[in-house]
C-alpha cells in the first residue's frame, strides 16, 4: 500500500509541475495515456488516501481512449450557442449559510410552492467525530430567497456526513440523499433523509454499511407529477477492489422503504470506472434518466427506465469527453471532472450540461440535449460566451418546454486564471433551423471573486440551481460556494469564510 501512494504521489508530482509551465503543458496531462491510479476504490483500505478521495485532493490525467456506445454525440463538433440579448436581471447575492468556522460547499437546491432548500456539505475541519456531529451535512430553507433557516440532517451515528443533493415532490415531501462514513472512513452507505418543513429530519437508509465497499456521490430525484407523488431515486457509484459500478435504488413511499439497488450501467469487467450518476424524472412519463461520466472511455453516458427504476435500457453515448479530472489550480489541489447535470422538461426532451477541454484556453461549459428520449443527441453547444479562463462546475435546470437556466463557476474576469466568480445563462427555448439554441449573454451573480486555493476540498464537485415559473415568465436560484475575503461572520466578525450564497435571476 505504500508503494502505491507513492505511485499517487509522483502523478501528482508530475501533474503540478505541468500546471507550473503553462497551458499547453497542462493540457498535454490527458495525453499521457496513464492507467487512471485507482484512489476511487483501492483506497477503501487505507485512511489516508479515502480522506483523500473524500476532499478531492488527489489528481490524475486519464486514457485517452474515446467513448464508447450506441449512439449519441461522440465525435460531434462543438459549436458555440447563439447569443442574443436578452436582459438578465441579477437579484441581490445572498449567504444562505452563515456557519461559523466550516467550509461550506457541493451545494444542491430545490423549490416546493412558497419554499426553498438547499443542501451543502459543512465540515469543520479537525473536528468531525460521531460525539462532536460537527460535520454533518448542511439544510437551508427560505420563503423569500433572502432570509435563511439552517439545520443539520442525521448522519446515524457515524462522524462524516457528505455529497448532498435535495429534491421535492408533488406532495411536499422533501428528500435529502447523501452519505456518511465513520472513523477512518474505509467503508461509506448512502442516506436518504426526508422532510415535509426542511429543518426536522428522518433519516432512512439506503444502504448498509459493508466492509469494503464505498458507496460514493450519491444524487436524489424526485417525480414532480402529482399522479406519481412519493415516488423518489437515488443513484450513486459503488467503489470495490478495483471496480466501480452504478445502482439506483427507488421508492414508492415518500422515502420511508427504499428497493434493493439495482446496476444500471452495462459494463461487465472488474474494472470499470463510472463516477457523477445523476437522476432526472421525466414530469411528464415518469421515465427515469441517470447520466454519469465514464472516465476510462471518455465519455459522458445516458440510461433510461420506463418502469420506474425497476429496469434499465442500454448505455447511450450522449457526449464525448477531451479531458477527465484535472487540476486547473486554485482550487487547494482538489481536480476538476466533466461533472455533468441532467433536467427534463415537460415535453421530454432531455438536457445535459457539463465541463470539458476542448481547447488551451481552458474548461468550458457545454449543453447536448435530446429530442428522442435520450436515444439520440445533439451539441455539444458552448455555453460560457468567452474564450478566457476555466469555466467548470455546472449546474442545470428546466421549466416547461425547455426554458433553461444554467449556472457555474467562472475565472473569466481573472488575468491570472485564479480568482472564481459566479455566473449564468438562460434560454427561451428558441432553437435555431440547425438546432443551436439562443442563450442570454453571461450574467455574473457575485460582486466579489473567490479564492479557493486556501481549502482542500475547493470549492466542491458541483453546484446547484433550482428554476420555476415566475409570472409570464421564468427566474432560478443558483446556489454556489464562495470564500470571501469580505465576507464577515455575523457570529463572530471574522472575515473570510467559506459559505454558500444565492442570487436569483430573473430574464
Given at each position: ?13 508530475i ?19 496513464l ?15 479515502i ?7 488527489l ?6 481512449s ?31 449559510v ?18 426553498w ?50 429534491a ?65 431515486y ?26 434493493s ?26 421515465a ?5 461520466m ?64 476542448k ?22 453547444y ?5 474564450t ?120
Open positions: 500500500m505504500k508503494s502505491h501512494i507513492a505511485v499517487m504521489r509522483y502523478y501528482v508530482l501533474l503540478t509541475l505541468m500546471l507550473t509551465m503553462g497551458p499547453a503543458v497542462l493540457f498535454a496531462a490527458e495525453r499521457l495515456d492507467v487512471p491510479p485507482q484512489f476511487l476504490t483501492a483506497p477503501i483500505h487505507a485512511p489516508e488516501q480522506q483523500d478521495l473524500i476532499s478531492g485532493r489528481t490524475f490525467a486519464a486514457s485517452k474515446p467513448a464508447q456506445g450506441g449512439g449519441g454525440a461522440t465525435g460531434a463538433s462543438t459549436s458555440t450557442a447563439t447569443f442574443s440579448l436578452i436582459t438578465q436581471t441579477d437579484g441581490v447575492t445572498t449567504d444562505a452563515n456557519r461559523l468556522n466550516s467550509y461550506q460547499g457541493e451545494t444542491a437546491i430545490a423549490k416546493l410552492p412558497g419554499l432548500v438547499g443542501g451543502f456539505n459543512s465540515i469543520f475541519p479537525g473536528q468531525c467525530s460521531a460525539a462532536l456531529a460537527n460535520c454533518a451535512p448542511g439544510a437551508t430553507i427560505s420563503t423569500t430567497t433572502v432570509s435563511w433557516t439552517t439545520s443539520s440532517v442525521p448522519i446515524m451515528g457515524n462522524s462524516l456526513g457528505f455529497d448532498p443533493s435535495v421535492v415532490d408533488a406532495n411536499g415531501t422533501i428528500y435529502y440523499g447523501y452519505g456518511v462514513c465513520s472513523g477512518s472512513c474505509q467503508t461509506a452507505n448512502a442516506i436518504v433523509a426526508t422532510s415535509t418543513d426542511g429543518v426536522s429530519w428522518t433519516a432512512h437508509a439506503v444502504t448498509a454499511a459493508q466492509g469494503g465497499i464505498f458507496d460514493d456521490k450519491y444524487w436524489v430525484a424526485a417525480d414532480p407529477n402529482p399522479a406519481r407523488a412519493g415516488r423518489a437515488l443513484a450513486w457509484d459503488r467503489n470495490k477492489g478495483n471496480n466501480q459500478t452504478l445502482f439506483v435504488s427507488r421508492t414508492q413511499d415518500s422515502g420511508n422503504t427504499w428497493s439497488p439495482v446496476k444500471i450501467n452495462d459494463g461487465t469487467s472488474q474494472s470499470e470506472r463510472v463516477i457523477y450518476a445523476m437522476p432526472a424524472v421525466d414530469p411528464t412519463t415518469g427515469v434518466y441517470v447520466v454519469w465514464d472516465y476510462a472511455k471518455k465519455g459522458l453516458y445516458v440510461d433510461k427506465s420506463t418502469d420506474g427504476g425497476a429496469t434499465w435500457g442500454k448505455d447511450v453515448v450522449a457526449a464525448s469527453l477531451s479531458a477527465t479530472f484535472t487540476d486547473i489550480g486554485c482550487n487547494g489541489g482538489r481536480s476538476m471532472a466533466s461533472a455533468p447535470y441532467i433536467a427534463v422538461d415537460s415535453q421530454g426532451w432531455v438536457y445535459v450540461t457539463y465541463s470539458d477541454i481547447s488551451t484556453t481552458g474548461m468550458d461549459v457545454y449543453l447536448v440535449y435530446s429530442k428522442d428520449a435520450g436515444q439520440h443527441w445533439q451539441g455539444p458552448q455555453l460560457n460566451d468567452v478566457k479562463g476555466h469555466q467548470y462546475n455546472p449546474a442545470l435546470s428546466v421549466v416547461g418546454n425547455g426554458q433553461i437556466h444554467a449556472s457555474w463557476l467562472d475565472r473569466r474576469d481573472d488575468p491570472q486564471n485564479c480568482l472564481t466568480h459566479a455566473y449564468s445563462a438562460y434560454s427561451s427555448g428558441v432553437f435555431a433551423a440547425d438546432g443551436t439554441p439562443q442563450f442570454s449573454a453571461n450574467g455574473r451573480l457575485t460582486t466579489a471573486s473567490s479564492n479557493f486555493d486556501g481549502n482542500p476540498n475547493g470549492p466542491g464537485d458541483y453546484t446547484g440551481i433550482v428554476a420555476y415559473p415566475a409570472g409570464t415568465s421564468t427566474a432560478a436560484l443558483p446556489f454556489f460556494p464562495t470564500h470571501l475575503s469580505s465576507d464577515t461572520s455575523a457570529q463572530t466578525g471574522q472575515a473570510g469564510g467559506y459559505e454558500a450564497y444565492v442570487t436569483e435571476v430573473q430574464p
